[in-house]
């Protein structure tokens, strides 16, 4: 497999994710004590940034090769500025709204002339969508809402995944109700390698990823359904409806609205790749999926770019989706694995599409 840099294999001129799909409430329950202190996130759309800003640190540096991605994060820290929680919602399509483009027109009023313009460009798609709504992946998952899901399952049945259950009742409607054969048909088609690479994530991603993509999404299909409460997942409430539901992301949860608005200026955006961010003294990394990306022989040279930034006892957090990556072994008198930790927070993760969670502590 190439080695070059994913900068150089991958498109980065436009949004790729237009809402993160990670994780924050085990993010954050991973980093540990890091209030006063400096902390590095890979920015996405921007939404783990701002809910590491729960955490009361000195400062979150959000670190994207993308600018349309930062773009992303400025667009939220705007609309935090100037709109109350429930117009936030409504703006990014976590809620249904007839006024997203008297919303949108306030936020963009907040914007540097660049970013507006920019975002100006796709003021018909977030009022159709909402901001959340307008990426390549969420524009992947709409087709697959919009014109193949009806032909598996009737509406009733998609609204039923979402009803409380214990885990009992839930494997059971999962094995007898959701998991039909036209689904798992469904399934090997529109989440094949091929497919997703076409319409959703950049075909460059895949480059280290051994194994069937669809294979691994109905594998992951069963955590979601049974090991994590569908009816608590946003991820999930999207990916089927194309809203949040009665979920949220734990950043945009009403009772973190007050304290992200109050920290945004604790926030510094930079743009390139992340092993050339010049920081020292970080206490914490979230840094996405990026390893997944990367061939094992470059990994070592990055790994000793962030431990030339980390604080002693700082944590490196991030997953893998089927690229299976860790701490390279000849930097094991450098970095833990702080297995107890993983063992805590994998079976709460509700970004189903990962297989491992990993979180790693400098000595």
Known sequence: MTAAPIEARAAFDRIRYAQVWEDADVLTAAMGEVAGRRLVSICSAGDNALALLTLDPAEVIAVDLSEAQLACLRFRVAAIRVLDHAAFLELMGSR??????????????????????????????????????????????RIFRRFLLPLVHARRTVARVFEPREPEARARFLEEEFLTWRW?????????????????RDPAFFDHV???????????????????DPAENPYLHWIL?????????MPWREEHHAAIRSRLDRLTLHRGPLERLDATGIAGFNLSDIFEYM?????????????????????LVYWNMMAPRRRPESLAHRLVRLKEVEDRLKPRDKAFFYSDFVVEEVR
Do not use: K
Not at 184 to 190: G, M, P, S, Y
Not at 241 to 249: F, K, Q, V
């Open 241 to 249: 409806t194309g809203t949040h539901g009665r979920a949220l992301p």
């Open 96 to 141: 249904g709204s007839a006024r997203r483009a008297e919303l949108l027109a306030r936020v963009l009023a907040e914007l540097s002339p660049a970013d507006r313009s920019f975002w100006a460009a796709q003021a018909g798609a977030v009022v159709r969508h909402g901001a959340a709504g307008i990426g390549r992946f969420e524009g992947y998952f």
């Open 295 to 315: 061939a094992p022989e470059v990994l070592p040279d990055v790994y000793g770019s962030l431990l030339a930034m980390a604080a002693p006892g700082a944590r």
């Open 210 to 228: 051994e194994g069937s993509v669809s294979d691994h999404v109905l594998a992951r299909c069963r955590h979601a359904g049974i090991v994590t």
């Open 184 to 200: 798992r048909l469904l399934v090997r088609f529109f989440f094949s390698r091929r497919v997703m690479g076409l319409l959703g």
